[in-house]
């Protein structure tokens, strides 16, 4: 005969592999619709569209002053990425290299460099190898906001 002591202990296991099921769902992977659908959530527009090489890419937008991409790596067959890029550039603006190294060197998320044509830009990659915790993608998007409110600043100050 079960007693009531091995009932309720199944019956307590259960209901906490029960609750660990939403946890599990509220991961976000980089796959681009769910990327999208997160920054679409987040207020900003977002459009998926593919790179010069095929992978996906967003280009989205806070406004119309604050326009940013989100490119995907580490893609088998461009598609089941591994990780996203936070990309923006500025242009207009007559920042130099040295003036970028200042900011690498005291800005511990979000790289900063003078692209191919001449304008500075500042990228933020974030690993989501087998999924993320949609709080923690939150907390690493809120930095890339951050950036993209002190990057301008920086790059347009006299």
Same mark, same amino acid.
């Given at each position: /005969?079960?007693?009531?002591r091995s009932v309720f202990a199944a019956l307590? +296991?259960?209901?906490g /592999?029960?609750?660990a099921a939403p946890v599990q769902a509220q991961a976000i992977t980089a796959d681009p619709s769910a990327v999208a659908g997160f920054l679409r959530g987040q207020g900003a527009t977002a459009d998926v569209k593919t790179d010069k090489d095929g992978d996906p890419l967003i280009e989205a937008s806070l406004g119309e002053n604050q326009k940013f991409s989100v490119y995907f790596y580490n893609c088998t067959n461009h598609a089941k990425c591994q990780s996203v890029q936070f990309y923006a550039g500025y242009t207009d603006s007559k920042v130099d290299a040295a003036k970028l190294n200042d900011w690498n060197r005291t800005k511990r998320f979000g790289r900063a460099y003078i692209d191919g044509v001449g304008d500075? *830009?500042?990228e933020m990659d974030v690993d989501m190898q087998g999924g993320m915790p949609r709080p923690l993608f939150e907390d690493n998007y809120k930095f890339w906001l951050i950036l993209m409110?002190? +990057?301008?600043? +920086? *790059?347009y100050a006299e």
């Open positions: /005969m079960i007693g009531y307590i +296991f259960s209901a /592999m029960i609750a500075p *830009v500042v409110k002190q +990057f301008p600043d +920086f *790059v």
